[in-house]
C-alpha cells in the first residue's frame, strides 16, 4: 500500500513499485485514516508511508495500522530535513520498520534511479520478512516470481549456525565497543544502548546506514532516551571514554591513530556495499588503531552483508563478535551474514544483547 496525500506521488511510486514483477501495489490512499481502513480489507506486506498528510499524519497512524497487521512492514518517507528527520526516527520509534528519504519534487522522484532502486530493495526485503512473520492471514496471495531475492539482499539460514568461544582478549575488559547496523538499526540501537548508562565506559563507535542529517538527529535521540553521551562524530576529535559516536551519514567513520592518540578520521571513500557509512571499513580501522583482542562488535539488524569482512578480519585478529538474532530482527542480513560464518561467539535475542555487552565491559581484569 502507498500512502501519499499528493495523487501525483502515489502514481509516480506506485510506477516505480510495479516496475519490479515481485511487486504489486494493492492499494493507493491519501491520508492515515484512509490506510487504517484499506489495511483492514486487504492484505499487505509493506505500506510505504507519507509523514505529513491531513486527517491523519503518519506518525499517528503507524501504532493504529500495526493495531490492525502487527506484522505488516512500514517504510517511511519523508524528506531530507531535520524536521523530516526527527518526525522519521520518532515513527521508527513508534513501529516503522524503516525510511527512505523523499525528493522533494516530483520530478527529482521520477528521475531518480537511486531513490527506485533502493525503494524497490526495501520493500522487497521487508516484504520477505513480513511474509515469513505471517503478514498475509487474508485473502488470496499473489505467488512471487521464481527468482529469489540475491544472498547479498537479504540473507536466510541455509545449514547449522555455529559460534566460536570467547578469545583470549575478553579475559580483561574490551577497550572499545563497535556497533554495526542498518535497516530496523535505530530501534535495535536504542534497546542495546539503554543498557550502557552504567557499566559501560568505553568509547562506543556505531556506523548505521542513513542519509545526513538523519545521523545528527539520531545521535540527539539517543542522548535523550538512552542517557548516554551519543554525538555525530567529527574529523580530528579524540576517541574518549563515555561517549557514543555515530558515524555521519555520507561519510566513512575511521579510527586513525595521531601522536599515539586514537581520533576519528571521516572520509569521502567510495561506498562499500553500496553504503556510505559502512560498517567494513569502521572495523578496519578499530582493529589496526586498537589490535584485535580488546574489541567486542556487534553486529545488528539490516540488510545485505555489510560488516561480514570488517568483523572477519577482527576476529580473526582475536576481537570478539556477537549478532542478533534471525527472529528479533527486521531483516536478518548483515548478522545472518555474520552468523552463518561462524565469526560470532553468540547470536542473540535483541533485548539480550545489551546485557550481555554491559557484562563484558564492566568485568573485572
Not at 502514481?11 to 492499494?27: K, N, S
Not at 510505504?48 to 506484522?71: C, F, N, R, S, Y
Not at 580483561?172 to 552504567?198: R, W
Amino acid at each position: 500500500m502507498v500512502v501519499d496525500d499528493s495523487a501525483v506521488i502515489r502514481g509516480l511510486l506506485t510506477r516505480a513499485l510495479e516496475g519490479d514483477a515481485d511487486i504489486r501495489v494493492v492499494t493507493s490512499v491519501g491520508d492515515g485514516q484512509m490506510a487504517v481502513n484499506s489495511l483492514q480489507r486487504n492484505s499487505i506486506d509493506v505500506i510505504v508511508l507519507d509523514i505529513e498528510m491531513p486527517v491523519m499524519d503518519g506518525l499517528t497512524a503507524i501504532p493504529k495500522l500495526l493495531a490492525v497487521a502487527p506484522q505488516v512492514k512500514i517504510i517511511m518517507a519523508s524528506t531530507l530535513t531535520l524536521r523530516g528527520a526527527d518526525v522519521s526516527i520518532r515513527c521508527l520509534s513508534a513501529g516503522a520498520a524503516d525510511y527512505i528519504p523523499k525528493p522533494t519534487s516530483t520530478r527529482e522522484i521520477g528521475g531518480a534511479e537511486d531513490f527506485k532502486r533502493e525503494l524497490v530493495s526495501k520493500v522487497k526485503a521487508l516484504g520477505a520478512a513480513a511474509r515469513r512473520a505471517g503478514s498475509r492471514t487474508r485473502g488470496e496471495i499473489r505467488p512471487l516470481s521464481p527468482a529469489p531475492l540475491p544472498l547479498s539482499l537479504l540473507k536466510r539460514e541455509v545449514g547449522p549456525i555455529t559460534t566460536r568461544p570467547a578469545p583470549v582478549g575478553l579475559q580483561v575488559k574490551p577497550d572499545v565497543i563497535a556497533i554495526g547496523s542498518s535497516t530496523g538499526g535505530p530501534q535495535a540501537l536504542f534497546e542495546v544502548l539503554s543498557h550502557m548508562k552504567s557499566g559501560v565506559t568505553q568509547p562506543i563507535l556505531i556506523t548505521q546506514h542513513m542519509p545526513a542529517t538523519f545521523t545528527t538527529i539520531l545521535a540527539e535521540h539517543i542522548t535523550r532516551q538512552c542517557g548516554i553521551n551519543a554525538q555525530e562524530a567529527k574529523d580530528g576529535e579524540p576517541v574518549v571514554p563515555n561517549r557514543c559516536y555515530i558515524a555521519p551519514g555520507d561519510f566513512h567513520m575511521l579510527v586513525t591513530q595521531r601522536a599515539g592518540v586514537n581520533v576519528i578520521s571521516l572520509t569521502k571513500d567510495p561506498p562499500e556495499n553500496f553504503c556510505r557509512p559502512a560498517v567494513d571499513p569502521m572495523m578496519r580501522s578499530i582493529l589496526k588503531a586498537y589490535g584485535g583482542r580488546k574489541i567486542l562488535a556487534c553486529i545488528l539488524t539490516g540488510m545485505g552483508q555489510d560488516g561480514l569482512k570488517g568483523c572477519t578480519d577482527v576476529v580473526n585478529g582475536g576481537g570478539t563478535l556477537i549478532a542478533q538474532d534471525e527472529a528479533s530482527s527486521v531483516v536478518w542480513g548483515m548478522p545472518g551474514a555474520v552468523a552463518q560464518a561462524g565469526i560470532c561467539q553468540s547470536i542473540l535475542p535483541l533485548k539480550e544483547i545489551g546485557p550481555y555487552i554491559r557484562k563484558f565491559a564492566s568485568r573485572a581484569a
